[in-house]
């Protein structure tokens, strides 16, 4: 069964712009949360969405936003970019429901100049 | 407000003996606990989970431990191997949201 995947890996912006990234969930999996790693505050959720619906949201800006389609596939899409948003951006697949765990991709690192 | 804290940055072991990694949390509401491994420039790979009415949780050479009570939980790594070193994480979360909570982590090195 094919692994969480992540595009593009790499990405470098510049402030001021914006962003997409992209996750493919292990199939059958309809979760699909995101994280946001930083050497300073280390991984970070920042939302969850379920069918088509954001069920979960941490504590990031409005600029950070998402949407998932209905083959469970995800973009998350960060606007007017910072020096801070520099990190590495994690998404995560699972079942969704109960207690299951979830399997990560191998991350996009964006750095923004 | 750190809720999961991984005390120590860093560990080192001799290959073959055991390795134990903690963790401690904060919010009471946590019922289910997972361990993660990951290495630079890779995602974290799942390892290990234990639910809270759990306090022991086994899987080949990997055992978590959960003490309630004192909000701590352990992972024990026997017998360690070269392979294991990288970061190794623990998440929280509560009542089945796919949100996890992550600590620090701990870096564990594993000497030949």
């Known amino acids: 069964k094919a692994g969480v995947t992540q595009t593009p890996r790499y990405l470098i912006k510049t402030r001021g712009q914006q962003v997409t990234l992209s996750c493919s969930p292990i199939s059958g999996h309809r979760s699909v949360s995101w994280y946001q790693q930083t050497p300073g505050q280390g991984l970070q959720f920042l939302f969850e969405?379920?069918?088509?619906?954001?069920?979960n949201k941490g504590n990031f800006p409005g600029r950070f936003s998402g949407r998932q389609f209905s083959n469970s596939r995800s973009e998350m899409n960060v606007s007017t970019l910072e020096l801070g948003d520099s990190a590495l951006y994690l998404c995560?697949?699972?079942f969704g429901t109960g207690h299951h765990e979830q399997y990560f991709g191998p991350g996009t690192r964006l750095t923004v100049t | 407000d750190q809720q999961v804290k991984q005390n120590s940055p860093s560990l080192s072991v001799q290959e073959g003996r055991i390795s134990i990694l903690n963790c401690d949390y904060t919010?009471?509401?946590?019922?289910?606990f997972l361990w993660y491994k990951k290495y630079p420039a890779e995602g974290p790979t799942f390892l290990i989970s234990?639910?809270?009415?759990?306090d022991k949780n086994e899987d080949g050479r990997f055992t978590v431990f959960l003490n309630k009570s004192a909000k701590h939980l352990s992972l024990h790594i026997v017998p360690s191997q070269p392979g294991d070193s990288a970061v190794y994480f623990c998440?929280?979360?509560?009542?089945?949201?796919?949100?996890?909570?992550f600590g620090q982590g701990t870096r564990l090195t594993i000497n030949p």
């Open positions: 995560a697949s699972s």
């Open positions: 998440a929280a979360s509560f009542q089945g949201a796919q949100k996890l909570v």
């Open positions: 919010n009471s509401m946590f019922d289910y």
């Open positions: 969405y379920f069918s088509e619906t954001q069920r």
């Open positions: 234990i639910s809270s009415i759990k």
